[in-house]
C-alpha cells in the first residue's frame, strides 16, 4: 500500500510544484522585461510540462526507460480519450466555432515522425536532435503568428497579459523567489518518489514498466489537462479545451523525449510498436470531424471517446 501513497504523494507534489514554478518564472521575465509574448510560447509551455520532462528524466537515468516512454505515449492518449471526453460527457464542447486546423496537421506530423522514429528500434540522440528540430519549427511558426496577431490589435496591447493567467503585476520580489525556489525543489522530488514507486508497484505486480507508464503515470500527469479542460467546457471556451489538448500532445512528443534522449537512449518494447503507438494516432485521427468539418463534440462523442479509454486500458492491463 505504501508506494501507491507515495506514488500519490509523488505526483502531487510534481502538480503543485510545476504550478509554482511557472508562477514564478512568468512573473520574473516579466520584471526583466521578456515580452508577454515570449513568455507564453516558451516558458508557460515548458513549464506546465516540466513534470512529464522531470519523470522521462528520473526515469532514464534510474534504468526504467519504459516508463519514460510509457508516459508521453499514454499522456497523448489520455488527452484525447479521456481529457476531451469526460468533459464533453459532462457538459459538451462547442468546438464548431474553433479553428485549430494548423495546429493540428502540426500535431499528426509530429506524431508520425515520432512513430517513424520508433520504429528505428530505440530513440537516441540523433532521434532527440530530429524531434527537437521540429519543435523549433512549430515554435517559431506559432512566435510569427503570434507577433502578426498582436500587431493586428495594437488598440488592446495589455490582452497578452490577460492571456497569461500566472500573471500578479504586484507580486513582490521575494514571493517570485519562493516560488522559483519551491518549483525546483519539489519537482526533483515529486519525480523521485512517483518514478520510484511506481516502479516498485510494477514489480510487485508483475507488470511491466512500460504498462505503469502507461496507465497511472499517463493518467496522473494529464491531471492539469483534465482540469484545464473542464474548466474550459464549464465556461464554453472549447477553443481553450481543443488548443490546450492539441498543444500539449505535441510537446509531448517533441520536447519531452527529445530533451530526455540527451540523458540517455529510449529502447522501443515490440508492444508500442504492434499496439500503444496506433492506439496513439488513431485517437488523434477521431477528433479530425471536430477540427476540419465543424463538429462539435456531444455527450454522445463524450461516451465514445471515454469508452475507448478504458477499452484500451483493459486491452494493456489484461
Not at 514498466?209 to 496522473?220: R, Y
Not at 456531444?298 to 486500458?313: F, P, Q
Request: glycine share 8%; charged share 15%; hydrophobic share 55%.
Amino acid at each position: 500500500m505504501m508506494p501507491w501513497i507515495l506514488s500519490g504523494l509523488g505526483l502531487l507534489i510534481l502538480l503543485l510544484a510545476g504550478d509554482t514554478l511557472v508562477k514564478g518564472a512568468v512573473n520574473l521575465s516579466l520584471r526583466l522585461g521578456v515580452p508577454a509574448l515570449i513568455v507564453s510560447l516558451t516558458i508557460v509551455a515548458f513549464g506546465t510540462s516540466a513534470p512529464e520532462l522531470l519523470i522521462s528524466i528520473k526515469a532514464i537515468l534510474e534504468d526504467a526507460p519504459g516508463i519514460a516512454l510509457g508516459n508521453v505515449v499514454g499522456s497523448n492518449t489520455a488527452n484525447i480519450l479521456l481529457v476531451l471526453g469526460i468533459p464533453a460527457l459532462l457538459a459538451g464542447l462547442h468546438t464548431s466555432e474553433c479553428d485549430s486546423r494548423k495546429t493540428y496537421v502540426f500535431m499528426i506530423a509530429a506524431t508520425l515522425l515520432f512513430i517513424a522514429l520508433a520504429f528505428c528500434g530505440s530513440f537516441t540522440w540523433v532521434s532527440g536532435l530530429i524531434l527537437l528540430a521540429a519543435l523549433a519549427l512549430v515554435l517559431g511558426d506559432s512566435f510569427r503568428e503570434a507577433r502578426r496577431h498582436r500587431e493586428a490589435c495594437k488598440d488592446c496591447p495589455e490582452d497578452e497579459l490577460v492571456d497569461l493567467e500566472e500573471v500578479d503585476p504586484d507580486m513582490p520580489a521575494s514571493r517570485i523567489a519562493i516560488y522559483l525556489l519551491l518549483g525546483m525543489i519539489g519537482l526533483p522530488l515529486g519525480a523521485s518518489l512517483l518514478v520510484d514507486n511506481a516502479t516498485i508497484i510494477a514489480r510487485t505486480y508483475g507488470v511491466s514498466e512500460t504498462v505503469i507508464g502507461l496507465t497511472l503515470v499517463a493518467v496522473g500527469t494529464s491531471l492539469p489537462e483534465l482540469a484545464t479542460t473542464m474548466m474550459a467546457a464549464l465556461r464554453r471556451q472549447a477553443d481553450v479545451a481543443l488548443g490546450n489538448v492539441i498543444g500539449s500532445n505535441m510537446f509531448n512528443l517533441l520536447a519531452i523525449i527529445g530533451i530526455a534522449t540527451l540523458f540517455g537512449d529510449i529502447p522501443v518494447a515490440e508492444s508500442f510498436l504492434r499496439l500503444d503507438l496506433w492506439v496513439m494516432l488513431g485517437a488523434s485521427l477521431l477528433i479530425i470531424p471536430f477540427v476540419f468539418f465543424k463538429k462539435d463534440i456531444t455527450r454522445g462523442w463524450g461516451v465514445v471517446l471515454s469508452a475507448l479509454y478504458v477499452i484500451y486500458i483493459l486491452a494493456i492491463l489484461l
